[in-house]
């Protein structure tokens, strides 16, 4: 049996959908191929650290590496750089690194998401095979690089994963990625999910009363995530409903401006008493369990890690059209998506959800089978392992 390594780029290590996904992909890839020998590069550390660093045979975390330069050494570039006016660039940094690591004779890198395909050029470039999951659009590819450099660099890469099929066709038609090179992999969960706590016990510590239902969301706090717009849309809902209510914003954290700034507009609208704020925590399976109905408010997202987690926990899901991956999954009744960024016409289709615990209840077993069926992550998981093995 000839042995194969591999390099696995994470572009962080948090509690967020990319990171928990190539770790899930790691854990399977050692339990399924002996012969393989994984070593790990975090670009960023983060709360999943600990998870990454037992798994492979060796973890580097790019930021401590370069931030591990001794006091004198510190001093001494801080000095030459005013003498000299000249500072070691992040690029100078990357190669330091990759320059490193290409000593260990790679038979495969697999870098996680397009922020890692700055790293991945190098080896590239000395014909070792590259593949790039990536996971966003547009915005989240040009907040990473300009897109003169994806445009440039699309092509140095030997196997792209889109995380899904509106991803691939955007970097398709947006940036010139070959067809050829593109294979769409939607994002997966386990088979079982972990629930800590019992539902009435979680209700009874939120304060939620019995004949209150529950709206929420699990996000990170931001634009594109549409995060702002929440303290609005709980308004317009609680305009159009009689029945009692509380929204669960889970995500960020409660010093972040983004959630100290909803808060506010919460306050500002009246809707304050109706919405409990939840910091981003390492149990989100818990209360994403006791929702009735889950909300996706983003302008773009590719496949949500969150949405497929509402999908295996039978929640009817809603979200916007024209917003990414949530509606090649939700389509052809199998959740509800509304005209994009039309908080009215979502407020009224929560608002229907809320009236009918059977059409809440029907929604959520639509989108289940629909996940066991033709998401099922050891289909999913199995399509990635093809692409590895035929490059190897």
Known sequence: MNTKKILFISHEASLSGAPILVLDLIKRLQQEKKNYIIDVLLIRGGELYEEF?????????AHYHLQSFSF??????RIQSLIFKKTE???DKIDKITSNL???NYDLVYGNTMESLVWTLPFYKKNIPTIVAIHELSFGIESTYPKEFVLENISNITQIIAGSQAVADNLISKYNASPQKVTAVHSFVDTVLTIQKDKSILRNELGIKKDELIIGIASSQELRKGTDMIPMLVQKIKQKTDLQFKFINLGGHSKSPAVRCAKLDAEKLGVENNM?????????NDYINIFDVFILMSREDPFPLVM?????????????????GAVEFLEN??????PYLDLDAMAAQVNVLM???SLRETYGKNIHHRLENEYSDKKLAGKIFTIIDSLL
């Open 53 to 61: 660093a037992r798994v492979p045979n060796h973890i580097v975390v």
């Open 355 to 357: 009236q009918s615990s």
């Open 333 to 338: 009744d199998h959740g509800v998506l509304v």
């Open 89 to 91: 660039t992040q690029q």
């Open 102 to 104: 290409l000593e260990n």
């Open 72 to 77: 004198l050494k510190r001093n001494l570039k």
């Open 308 to 324: 497929l987690t509402a999908a295996k926990l039978k929640k009817p899901i809603v979200a916007f059209e024209k917003s990414g």
């Open 276 to 284: 409990i704020f939840i910091d981003h925590n390492k149990t989100p």
